[in-house]
């Protein structure tokens, strides 16, 4: 989850081109996301991206499940640091076009946000112009590491939050 209060212009929307009246067909790209299925607990701290909020402890909980027919993972959660509270939505999707990974982040601080990525064993990557984060699975699947950062011109990158999760369910 993304605790920044930064709008950036992510890539274009990204959605699977199929021909007229051909459905699109899952494939082992969708089943590389199982590896989020589930309830996560999550602790952290906030990074010197998060201006003021720099250093605060970071307790978060979420929810990640497969959308019906098997092609989406949506992902649901609350994030909690200092007296604050960052409430998220967030759906997975592969694009077939492309090859690559995307997110769609909807926050309860009114900003939508759009990144574009991949996966290599095991660790993936999404990046919009202004923002971008690695999840990499440890221990069986069993836990998360999520590290975000922020970058004011895409050159210089600084952390914005940095989250260790644990599989609760």
Known sequence: MDPSHEVGQGP????TQEAPGQAPRLGPEHQRL?????????EGVLGEAAGPQARLKVIAIGRYEWLPGGFFVLHRGEM???EDRLESTQIFGFDE?????WLRLFDSHGFAREYEGGER??????????????????????????????SDDGVTWRL?????????H
Not at 12 to 15: C, M
Not at 34 to 42: D, L, P
Not at 135 to 148: D, G, K, R, V, Y
Request: proline share 2%; with cysteine; net charge negative.
């Open 12 to 15: 274009q929307a990204a959605t």
């Open 34 to 42: 199982e590896a989020f299925i589930g309830e996560w607990k999550s």
């Open 80 to 82: 909690r640091f200092g």
């Open 97 to 101: 076009s492309t090859g690559r990974y």
């Open 121 to 150: 064993d095991g660790v993936w990557h999404f990046a919009g112009p202004h923002e971008r984060v690695t999840m990499s699975f440890e221990n069986a699947n069993q836990q998360l590491a999520i590290h975000w950062e922020q």
């Open 160 to 168: 914005l939050c940095d989250l260790k999760g644990t599989r609760v």
